[in-house]
């Protein structure tokens, strides 16, 4: 079946460093990608999305781009600040409406 | 901003009593779902519905029902809490392969 697997956490970066949480996927067809984030004590909020092969999402300064080649749809910032500290999720879309979950990646940056 | 709605946010409640948790959305979505997560941890999917009298069970039995009467409305109801229930329950709903819509969660104790 379709699945998601994204990088282990705890993350833990200095201010201003440059994030890469790693997701790739195994789906057939073609599925859409998202990253979610999740704050403490909240339920999970969408970052960004892609729908189709090559799409690059976009939002609060973070990125992922969808790349069927290498099934993967890796997040990344510039230079992540505090507030950026929370747990991550990559999901995919599969052709049954499912949505399957990666086991989510907590970013921890200090100050 | 995402109009899906949980309550109560917070419940303690005694092992054996009956619990229903609420969860409402305003946004016309014919997929709803229910999600078991203890903090920052994997999403478990407990149950899903894809439209009105329409219900599934998910991946992880909860020993809960769902009901989906109405379009907006997706009650999850535990006949008998126990100790081992207590968890964060998320609610969320979409439409078609479109991303996910959260409610804020209710954390639930059972003592």
């Known amino acids: 079946g379709d699945s998601v697997t994204q990088m282990e956490g705890p993350v833990t970066l200095s201010e201003e460093a440059f994030l890469t949480i790693n997701c790739t996927y195994t789906a057939t067809g073609y599925p859409s990608l998202f990253w979610y984030v999740q704050y403490p004590g909240e339920g999970l909020q969408l970052l960004l999305k892609a729908t189709k092969a090559d799409d690059k999402g976009s939002n609060k300064g973070f990125e992922a781009t969808y790349r069927k080649e290498t099934t993967s749809f890796h997040l990344e910032k510039g230079s992540v600040q505090v507030s950026d500290s929370a747990v991550y999720f990559c999901a995919l879309s599969d052709s049954n409406y499912q949505l399957i979950w990666g086991a989510g990646t907590k970013l921890i940056i200090k100050p | 901003e995402a109009d899906i709605y949980q309550t109560p946010r917070y419940l303690v409640i005694g092992t054996g009593k009956k619990i229903t948790l609420e969860c409402s959305q305003t946004?016309?979505?014919?997929?709803m779902y229910w999600y078991q997560q203890d903090p920052g941890m994997e999403l478990h999917l407990i149950h899903y519905s894809y439209g009105v009298n329409s219900t599934e069970k998910g991946d992880l039995s909860s020993e809960s029902t769902v009901s989906r009467i109405r379009t907006e409305h997706f009650p999850l109801t535990l006949e008998s809490a126990r100790p081992s229930h207590t968890s964060q329950y998320l609610c969320?709903?979409?439409?078609?392969?479109?991303?996910?819509?959260f409610g804020q969660g209710t954390r639930l104790t059972v003592v």
């Open positions: 969320a709903s979409r439409t078609g392969k479109t991303e996910a819509f």
């Open positions: 946004m016309g979505h014919d997929k």
